[in-house]
């Protein structure tokens, strides 16, 4: 057995990147995929992105924008497997497998789903009208992701902590049966990520369409931390750093000694205007080396596609005899 802890988490492919998952979930997810005590797997979510993304071009297109602004902004490919789901077809074979093993009663209480037949219900339409079977068995699909790499720990947002739960069940009721082949995961949600809030105070969401995109070019990063929402104090006029989006966001950026120094600085009556010039300078002295890359690689996807090559290699170099195993114990065998 692997005596390393496996660490996983997928990112579902739609939408832009922004600050808010910058600084909850890819920050950090980069700096752990230096750790070489952990084996850790990070992969494109590019079957989940299907649930809810019916268009082609998009599909393709978010896959490449994810793809690049997490190897702009450091991923350590090689300590960590990086890869797209879609590129290890024993993740799909294994969701047979434990579709076929999942109570529908389980997948019938997912919060996702629910709420849509809630929304459907309100609003006096048929409880299934506009969902797919995708939506509905998604969480097997995540249960596969996980599963297939025994991974023990999956760093997720809240909204995931049911999936993760879902998987355990299915993992252990497949052990009960077939002998102890999975590793039963636990969802890892980290208190100390703030939650970021948005210009609008709210926390940074797209569904808020409050959200300031990671790659914004300069000028208009800079325009769109101006639009932070702040209260009317004058310059000169003490400010409540505890009580401020604008200051969260640079505390969000800034090592000890800077968040000590602005709140001091807010204490003393800084200008609105000047602390968003702050927290902008701040901001883009993290993002601007970056940038750089994430434009160099969005205009050489070739190269993007070499490297999730290299990782679905890795990543079916375990998944292959894994599923072999599964496959034995469940029936699915040769005949002599
Ligand atoms: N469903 C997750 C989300 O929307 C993404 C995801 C897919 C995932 N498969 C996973 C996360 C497996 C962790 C592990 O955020």
Same mark, same amino acid.
Request: one cysteine or more.
């Given at each position: 057995m692997n005596p390393k802890t496996t660490v996983l988490t997928g990112i579902t492919t739609t939408g832009t990147p922004h600050l808010g998952n910058y600084v909850g979930a890819i920050k950090p997810a980069i700096t752990a995929s230096r750790d070489s005590n952990v084996d850790s797997y990070y992969f494109l979510a590019d079957f989940h992105a299907l649930i809810k993304c019916h268009e082609p071009e998009l599909v393709q297109q978010s896959t490449l924008e994810i793809a690049a602004t997490w190897l702009a902004l450091g991923l350590d490919t090689e300590n960590a497997t990086f890869y797209r789901q879609s590129d290890v077809p024993e993740i799909s074979e294994l969701t047979w497998l434990?579709?076929?093993?999942?109570a529908k009663g389980l997948m019938n209480r997912a919060? /996702?789903?629910? /709420? *849509?037949?809630?929304?459907?219900?309100?609003?006096?339409?048929?409880? %299934?009208f506009g969902l797919t079977m995708g939506l509905f068995s998604y969480p097997i699909l995540m249960a596969a992701d996980i599963l297939m790499f025994n991974a023990h720990q999956v760093p997720v947002g809240?909204? !995931?902590? !049911?999936?993760?739960?879902?998987?355990? %069940? #299915?993992?252990?009721?497949?052990?009960?049966?077939?002998?102890?082949?999975?590793?039963?995961?636990e969802a890892v949600t980290d208190d100390n990520v703030a939650v970021l809030p948005g210009q609008d105070g709210r926390k940074m969401s797209k569904s808020y369409n409050n959200t300031i995109p990671i790659w914004l070019p300069e000028k208009k990063l800079r325009k769109s931390i101006m639009r932070i929402v702040t209260n009317s104090l004058e310059p000169g006029e003490p400010k409540d750093a505890d009580d401020s989006?604008?200051?969260? #966001?640079? *505390?969000?950026?800034?090592?000890?000694?800077?968040?000590?120094?602005m709140k001091q600085a807010y204490r003393d009556g800084i200008a609105w205007g000047e602390a968003k010039q702050k927290t902008f300078e701040l901001i883009?002295?993290?993002? /601007?080396?970056?940038?750089?890359?994430?434009? %160099?690689? #969005?205009?050489?996807?070739?190269?993007i596609e070499e490297v999730l090559r290299e990782g679905a290699r890795k *990543?079916?170099?375990y998944a292959m005899p894994f599923l072999d195993?599964?496959?034995?114990?469940?029936?699915?065998?040769?005949?002599?």
């Open positions: 434990l579709t076929c093993h999942t919060h /996702a789903y629910k /709420a *849509a037949v809630q929304e459907n219900e309100n609003a006096g339409e048929d409880p %299934d809240r909204d !995931q902590v !049911q999936h993760l739960e879902m998987a355990r %069940d #299915i993992a252990q009721r497949f052990n009960h049966h077939f002998g102890e082949l999975f590793v039963l995961p989006a604008l200051y969260s #966001i640079f *505390a969000a950026f800034a090592d000890a000694g800077g968040r000590e120094e883009n002295a993290e993002l /601007a080396p970056a940038r750089d890359a994430y434009q %160099d690689l #969005i205009s050489h996807p070739v190269q *990543a079916r170099a195993r599964i496959r034995h114990a469940i029936g699915i065998r040769p005949l002599a």
